[in-house]
T-cell receptor, first 115, second 112 residues
């Protein structure tokens, strides 16, 4: 089973709202990732968690707050977003992070629209 | 920083035709990954290549990594409408971060 699930599939939120994106995997992977993808662009890395600890933050604005409650779950908390934050948010997981050579498996994404 | 260049940017082929997509790196590749994406959906992992000269196949898709580990190709034989989508190559930024960088993608249309 190489499934990564994400909820919700679509989300529309105002600039003053607080919402969360959720990601789950049951492959026993110890690295989990958040990516942002704008239309017709490749995914851009936002955060990496390794063994439930934040390992990489790609200088993401603080209005995005990641959380890894356990090895299977990854959340992205959203607050006071801007319209330019509208994008497809992708979650991924892999066996490890500290060494390359481990393929990442992606979820179906959450389409976020900020109004 | 490492960059990946994909070519062509887009491709329209007749069903049944063969096609090749290329991915070129500015630096030696530690790991090269091929993904497929339908618009607005997640990325589907296709294949990973690590060794110079390595070649892998799955169904009608073959991926190769050159000996110098700076160029990879993805070849589809006898294309079908189900092959349509965006093909992305990704590479490990280094040997010890697990951070992936992606090429800009190649959009493939297959005409029945």
């Amino acid at each position: 089973d190489t499934e990564v699930t994400q909820t919700p599939k679509h989300l529309v939120m105002g600039m003053t709202n607080k919402k969360s994106l959720k990601c789950e995997q049951h492959m026993g992977h110890r690295a989990m990732y958040w990516y942002k993808q704008k239309a017709k662009k490749p995914p851009e890395l936002m955060f990496v968690y390794s063994y439930e600890k934040l390992s990489i933050n790609e200088s993401v604005p603080s209005r995005f707050s990641p959380e890894c409650p356990n090895s299977s779950l990854l959340n992205l908390h959203l607050h006071a977003l801007q319209p330019e934050d509208s994008a497809l948010y992708l979650c991924a997981s892999s066996q490890h992070r500290l060494a390359g050579g481990y393929e990442q498996y992606f979820g179906p994404g959450t389409r976020l629209t900020v109004t | 920083s490492q960059e990946l260049e994909q070519s062509p940017q887009s491709l329209i082929v007749q069903e049944g035709k063969n096609l090749t997509i290329n991915c070129t790196s500015s630096k030696t590749l530690y790991g090269l990954y091929w993904y497929k994406q339908k618009y607005g959906e997640g990325l589907i992992f296709l294949m990973m290549l690590q060794k110079g000269g390595e070649e892998k196949s799955h169904e009608k898709i073959t991926a190769k990594l050159d000996e110098k580990k700076q160029q990879s190709s993805l070849h589809i034989t006898a294309s079908q409408p189900s092959h349509a989508g965006i093909y992305l190559c990704g590479a490990d930024e280094s040997s010890n971060t697990g951070k992936l960088i992606f090429g800009q993608g190649t959009t493939l249309q297959v005409k029945p």
